[in-house]
């Protein structure tokens, strides 16, 4: 069995990978278990910080390397994948600069002599992640894990090997030790024998509501740590009195970066009633303006193709499905007539909340508009399923927007900016979207054993 590299914009194979049999696998995560000690114990944590520091100065020097694999890989435009590249040379100095701080004792006044809490590294973490930023979600896993003095092992995503096999190669030309940071060569079907692998101690994945499950379940019946960051189908609610010019240029970039193939992207528009038809007809005009589809290494292209078609032909199942329910298609809708993936950006209204538009999540560029007769109404819209990742509020009553933003049932709440991620900010969803944080303190701290020591 071999995972495929194939270029989403013009279908062409860019290259095989044989798959690893279950020997080499076992033999790979033991060699990893072994490094822990040396690691965790014998590195201090001064030494680990560098290292991950010189990870950021590799990442800057192959930048136009990286990015160009990127935008091959799986699609995003070269800008788009430049701008990644930055973000995880970012996240890197960010926990070089503050892991320590993030790390160190905390003394709590008791009745005791001496007491504090203590975070130590728990050991292997197997990471399974997805190929939409095939570079960033690693990263701000990495980054915070390994300062910890955690070992890494990673099962990336089947349709990315040249991408999970370039971050290898970053960290061992940074000059980490063998073992520290490995790519698995693997498939789907060994990911519970690594999970069940003694070395292993713990497990973060991003991807599907479906594959948390089987992952969570699996790791449960072992007793190890997870953190799951899984789907979201964010609301992106607009008020009466919300600015909306700038609500259309956030409505804009908050749906259709990486071509919507984004979590925590703004998927569900509930707009109040009096400006809903004002803002369809702006958001539509935007829309059309600005997306011209081309090759995704060109800098002028706008419009890059989804990362596979079998995404695409998922994504316009939900579509048709929708519109056969009553949904009105207001622009889109279809896959461009050219080679590679394509998806005209879309626009769907008239929803209901029998449709896949209303509940499921779309993983691509399509943006569903609900109407809300008023703010209790829209935010009930936006607490209705099952998702809880992220979400937006558009309003220039900022305390009605902040009351609103509390009430949300997500992980994180913006107002008048679209969601993102940020490494001084924790992040991860409620719900079916997940639980455990990244980033920020809590992110590092996650795969630690938070020790109580009490001396007296």
């Known amino acids: 069995m071999a995972m495929q590299s194939i270029n989403p914009a013009t279908g062409e194979l860019l290259g095989s990978f044989d798959t690893w049999d279950q020997e080499t696998l076992d033999d790979v995560v ?44 799986m699609g995003k435009t070269f800008v788009e994948a430049e701008a990644e590249i930055e973000k995880c ?12 701080t993030y790390l160190q004792d905390e003394l709590v006044e008791t009745d005791a002599s001496r007491s504090y809490i203590n975070y130590q590294p728990l050991g292997v973490v197997l990471a399974v992640m997805p ?23 990673l099962k990336h995503a089947s349709n990315v090997p040249q991408c999970a096999l370039a971050m290898e190669e970053v960290f061992r030309k940074a000059g980490f030790p063998d073992n520290i940071f490995t790519t698995l060569m693997i498939g789907s079907e060994m990911v519970e024998s690594v999970i069940r692998h003694p070395a292993v101690r713990a497990v973060t994945l991003t991807g599907s509501e479906n594959a948390g499950r089987k992952v969570a379940s699996i790791a449960g019946s072992e007793l190890k740590k997870t953190v799951l960051e899984l789907g979201g189908s964010d609301a992106f609610i607009v008020l009466e009195n919300a600015d909306m010019k700038k609500t259309v240029e956030g ?70 499905e929708s ?39 779309f993983f691509g560029p399509v943006a569903i508009v609900i109407k809300a007769t008023e703010p209790a109404h829209a935010l009930g819209i936006a607490n209705s399923i099952e998702y809880g990742l992220g979400g937006s509020i558009w309003s220039d009553d900022l305390a009605t927007a902040e009351a609103m933003a509390r009430g949300m049932e997500s992980g994180a709440t913006f107002i008048n900016s679209p969601s993102f991620s940020d490494p001084r900010m924790p992040f991860g969803g ?27």
Not at 133 to 152: C, D, E
Not at 330 to 335: H, I, N, P, S
Request: aromatic residues 10%; charged residues 20%; contains cysteine.
């Open 30 to 73: 033991t060699q990893a278990g072994y490094m822990f000690d040396d690691w965790a114990k014998r590195t201090p944590i001064e030494d680990r910080c560098l290292m991950v520091r010189r990870v950021a100065d590799v990442l800057r020097d192959d930048s136009d390397l990286l990015a160009q694999l990127i935008t091959l890989e």
């Open 89 to 100: 040379a970012m996240v890197c100095e960010f926990y070089a600069e503050n892991g320590p």
């Open 131 to 153: 190929w939409n930023y095939p570079f960033w979600q690693v990263f701000r896993f990495a980054a915070p894990a390994l300062i910890a003095g955690n070992i890494a092992v």
């Open 251 to 320: 409505a804009v970039k908050g749906r259709f970066q990486n071509m919507g193939q984004s979590c925590i992207a703004a998927k569900r528009f509930i707009v109040d009633h009096v400006q809903a038809d004002t803002f369809i007809e702006l958001f539509k005009a935007a829309i059309e303006a600005k997306f011209v589809a081309g090759d995704p290494m060109d800098m002028t292209t706008t419009l890059a193709p989804m990362a596979r078609q079998d995404l695409l032909d998922e994504l316009h199942e939900q579509v048709m």
């Open 323 to 361: 519109v056969d329910l009553g949904a009105i298609i207001v622009t889109g809708g279809y896959q461009l007539d050219r080679p590679g993936c394509y998806y005209a950006p879309t626009i769907l209204t008239n929803i209901s909340s029998n449709m896949p538009a209303y509940h499921e999540e």
């Open 430 to 456: 409620v719900k079916n979207s997940g639980y455990g944080r990244e980033l920020s303190s809590q992110g590092i701290r996650e795969f630690t054993n938070v020790k109580s020591v009490w001396i007296k």
